[in-house]
């Protein structure tokens, strides 16, 4: 069933202030320093059809910083330069059902391998494998990855969000350092941490996170001119670690009550797909326990209650 968007585009605005509400019962995120400024009460929503219709609502201008959402972007920037193989060869493809920044199972496996992608484990790891000669050149290759992607050549990373992060990340300290141990990361720890830190930190808007997720709901095709942006088998590899993984250790209950590919991070934005539909960008700094954006995920279940978009 297609989206009833004249109705969405009606409703919305109630539905997001509604959400809105539920704010206050979640925080913003505090371990990285610099994120701690966000407004607990900010929601914003924008939704892409792939035939080019833009609905947005709320604070849509409200500019974050991708966070772990980018994760999804330098797995299929790794699929692209490295193959499927050279990736596999280093991170798993199960869910861990522990947070997203655990040690846990590192210890518990041979050889240490992270995984999944998406767990910061996992996507230190994949830092390592994007192509470039130094940090700053592998960097600069997924900015430019995820401008194209997003349709906007002014994007860039947030300085000062960055550096906070890298001034208080003994925990990512730690894990790569686990991992260098273990022979898992080829490359030294700092020089991959820097790439890493720095995809973290690049900032959007939920605009330019819903024109990235259009290129995901249309098999990796830029809606508007139809080129291949991405392979499709990458775009299912990525979809399938965003319905097992995306969501931290809520992907189960998501999957169940919302049912479509996503991805959050901790700065409180969502990206989401519903396949050969839409594309959704959400932020609302307000997380839940599970390190979600409180409101976004109470409005991606009401609206995909309302149309059906479950894919199950
Ligand atoms: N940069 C963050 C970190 O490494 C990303 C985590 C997240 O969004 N969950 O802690």
Redesign the pocket.
Known sequence: MSTDLRELSTMLPSWLEASRRISAQGAVASY?PELQHAPSDALGIAIYSLEGHTLEAGDCSHSFTM??ISKVFTLLLALIDRGEQAVFDKVGMEPTGDD??SMLKLELVEPGKPFNPLI?AGAIVISSLIAGQTPAEKAERILAFIRRLAGDSSIAVNESVCRS?SRTANR?RSLAYFLKDNEVLDDDVEPTLEVYFRH?SIEVNCRHIARMATVLANDGRDPQTGRELVPRRYVQIAKSFMITCGMYNESGEFSIRVGIPAKS??SGGILALVPGQLGIGIVGPALNGK?NSIAGVHLLKQLSERYDWSIF
């Open positions: 990285i966070q772990s997203f920044n910061n992060e990512n973290c991070g901790v390190g």
